[in-house]
């Protein structure tokens, strides 16, 4: 691990002896004033990105020193009470900020869902609306040539070539969209379908192995091929990888998803240290897996690839009852 800078350590010791002073002053006064102060410490100690338990231990440690210096048996148990109601208000910063996260992901998740129903109606309408009005020019095409003469046909015929293709393609757009697998048979087989396209298009070796035999919630299984569909195009655009392995596996109720390659990388920290450095898509990576109550860890470093691993917890009662495909 690491060493603390001696300036971190200067911090460290800053606060906690400002969270030992304050306490005592609140002991032994039990004012509103001093419990506005201990709010503004919370306030200071989340935007310092302390966590609960290192909060936890300032406290503790202060209440021990003030504990050691009290021997009257009903004094000591007044301490412990007011103590608790000023770790109470420094912690209230805290409770405020997870309730903002939460109604954030709340509404992160409904803009996804929104998001992914007109991605749906899009893909439905490119695969089945476009699709007819090809099949219609298709046969008022075939018609027309009946009669040409022979030179012109051979120049129809190579027409007719190309409306297939972008037959072709518009099907393979609609369903790279939306494709109707993930629907009715879930993640995996969608990600092996994806697999399989990029692989053929790109000209690179995608492999996917996959030991998890249950379905997820809707909204996990479409965030969960979302990610691996915009670490894929990345891969693709940027990595000048030769493999890449797409792996899933659960344990208990956590369900891992990792996609890594052997291509160019990047410096993982300095990007994420560098919030304006980030691509829209790294952005909308962590979003999703946030909605759905994910974390996504990204490793890379010069010239060793890059790995994301998703990690989420899924509780049995609320996963699909239909089973995956492997």
């Given amino acids: 691990m690491k060493p603390a800078s001696p300036r971190k350590r200067k911090e460290k010791a800053s606060f906690e002896s400002a969270y030992e002073t304050l306490l005592t002053k609140y002991v032994n006064h039990d004012n509103e004033a001093t419990l506005r102060q201990a709010y503004e410490l919370g306030r200071k100690a989340l935007i310092g990105r302390k966590s609960l338990m290192e909060l936890a231990c300032i406290h503790h440690k202060a209440l021990e020193g003030l504990m050691r210096v009290e ?193 160019a990388g990047f410096e993982a920290d300095r990007v994420s240290a560098a919030p304006k450095r980030k691509g829209l898509g790294m952005i909308a990576m962590h979003e999703r897996v946030s909605a759905i109550g994910g974390t996504l860890r990204i490793e890379s470093g010069p010239r060793k690839g890059t790995e994301l691993l998703i990690q989420v917890s899924v509780e049995e009662g609320h996963a699909n009852s239909r089973s995956a495909g492997r």
């Fill in 71 to 263: 021997r009257d048996e009903r004094r000591r148990r007044t301490v412990l009470r007011v103590s608790s109601n000023f770790l109470a208000e420094c912690l209230s910063p805290y409770e405020m900020a997870h309730r903002g996260f939460q109604d954030a992901v709340t509404a992160l998740r409904g803009l996804n869902e929104t998001l992914e129903e007109e991605i749906k109606r899009i893909a439905y309408a490119v695969h089945d609306e476009a699709g007819q009005l090809l099949v219609a020019v298709n046969l008022a095409f075939a018609d027309l040539t009946l009669k040409l003469g022979q030179p012109e046909q051979e120049q129809a015929k190579h027409i007719t070539d190309l409306l297939k293709e972008v037959e072709n393609q518009l099907r393979r757009f609609s369903h790279e969209l939306r494709p109707t697998i993930l629907d009715d048979l879930g993640w995996i087989p969608a990600i092996q379908f994806l697999a399989e396209g990029i692989s053929k298009r790109a000209k690179l070796a995608i492999h996917v192995r996959s030991s998890v035999s249950h379905r997820l919630p809707s909204s996990t299984e479409t965030a969960l091929y979302r990610v691996v569909q915009e670490a894929l195009t990345n891969t693709v655009k940027h990595a000048n990888a030769r493999n890449v392995w797409i792996e899933a596996w659960s344990e208990k109720s956590v369900v891992f998803c990792s996609v890594r390659d052997d291509g």
